[in-house]
């Protein structure tokens, strides 16, 4: 990218090569002045990129954290609610099983009257 700068720079040098000494030298600094200004601005332009990506990759792993975080959370909730049904589940047989045997006894006890 540098080289597509400096080789206008570099053709306009060369063309100037008729003009006298003194106005050679300050088309030499001027276009020293320009590469340099460039370079920085160039070099200055890749520094904002890579930090604005820096800060795009750091907020994309943030939000992919939180992400799990949440999901991580919601297959908590969902595992103790399962764990509640199951309970309930095991109560409600018990009840079932404790009433049918109470039952059975009692058409026992009915029968050998």
Known sequence: MKKLFLLPLAIAAFSVGACSQ???????????????????????????????????FGAAENAADRAGDKLDNAADRAGAAADRAGDRIDNATDRAQREAGQELEQTGREMQR
Request: charged content about 30%; overall charge negative.
């Open 22 to 56: 003194k106005a050679q030298n300050e088309t030499g600094e001027a276009a020293d002045a320009v590469a340099a200004d460039v370079n920085s601005t160039v070099g200055e332009a890749v520094d904002d990129v890579q930090a604005a990506g820096d800060r795009a």
